[in-house]
């Protein structure tokens, strides 16, 4: 199984960006999927969650800027964040829900700074 997570980088306060994961070794489509984030000194906490019929659900703090969504012919998910805030600067990934151990992958890093 292999969860390769991109997209990630630095912006400004109120920017945007898009994540990406990409999926294999799993069958995608049946999974509830996830994205975490942690930042530094900080536990990972689950941000955003996807189901395999595509019900979605949003961390208080991230409700109205970011949207989950997935492909299932692409076995990726995404995670569009809007109106990006200093508070966001964490390493985000992707996982199942639950999280499995052994799926974490790299990670991309967000850093949202002016």
């Known amino acids: 199984v292999q969860l390769v997570e991109s997209g990630g980088g630095l912006v400004q306060p109120g920017g945007s960006l898009r994540l990406s994961c990409a999926a294999s070794?799993?069958?995608?489509?049946?999974?509830?999927m996830g994205w975490y984030r942690q930042a530094p000194g900080n536990q990972r906490e689950l941000v955003a969650d996807i189901t395999n019929g595509g019900n979605t659900n949003y961390k208080d703090s991230v409700k109205g800027r970011f949207t989950i969504s997935r492909d299932n012919a692409k076995n990726t998910v995404y995670l569009q964040m809007n109106s990006l805030k200093p508070e966001d600067t964490a390493v985000y990934y992707c996982?199942?829900?639950?999280?499995?151990?052994?799926?974490w992958g790299q990670g991309t890093q967000v850093t949202v700074s002016s």
């Open positions: 996982n199942t829900i639950p999280a499995l151990s052994s799926y």
């Open positions: 070794g799993i069958i995608f489509k049946i999974y509830s």
